[in-house]
């Protein structure tokens, strides 16, 4: 993978998000060149992956540590570091834990945070900074719409990365995508009836 720095549309993207490995994948190759955003995250969001992998995946600290490395390698410019003082400038948010994401963005100038916990982002609050708060799902209709050949094309080289047919990946980006896979199988259908 290579990050397109010239690119300026910015995402953090919160832990819940690097989490499920369909989906991370899905949004990392978005990133890869031709890259359509920069992916940003923090040691604390990278801290919070690994945990839960471990803790509630059941990853061993050998297979946590590898995808870690891989996403470090393939994104060098992707970790940020948060200012202390700037962690505790952020105004308070529903989930305190996730002021660290907030922060990031803010630091980073990011346009979006890619999240499933949306109700933990106020966009009252990240609208003086302007930045979106986004499901994974709206966020990659979002990107399909702005260039919708480049991501089908992005979708099939994951399929066939993974050694699946898209019908398989697309059944199992379902579940945290339904809406963007819903969009790839109308255009797919629209081809197959042109």
Known sequence: MILTVDNEYAA?????????????????????????????????ILEEVKRTLLQKFGYTAAQVEYRLRMMREAFPEACVSVPPALLGAVPEIPDEADKHVVAAAIHEGAQV??????????QEMLTPHHILVQSPDDFLIHQYHLNPDVVAEKIDTQASAIGQQRSVLLGLLARTLPAFVELLKERQNRAETS
């Open 113 to 122: 945070i890619v999240t499933s916990n949306v109700k933990h982002f106020p």
């Open 12 to 44: 953090v993207l919160d832990a819940c998000v690097l989490v499920p490995m369909p989906l991370c994948d899905t949004l990392l190759r978005c990133a890869e060149d031709p890259a359509l955003f920069r992916a940003l995250w923090s040691e604390q």
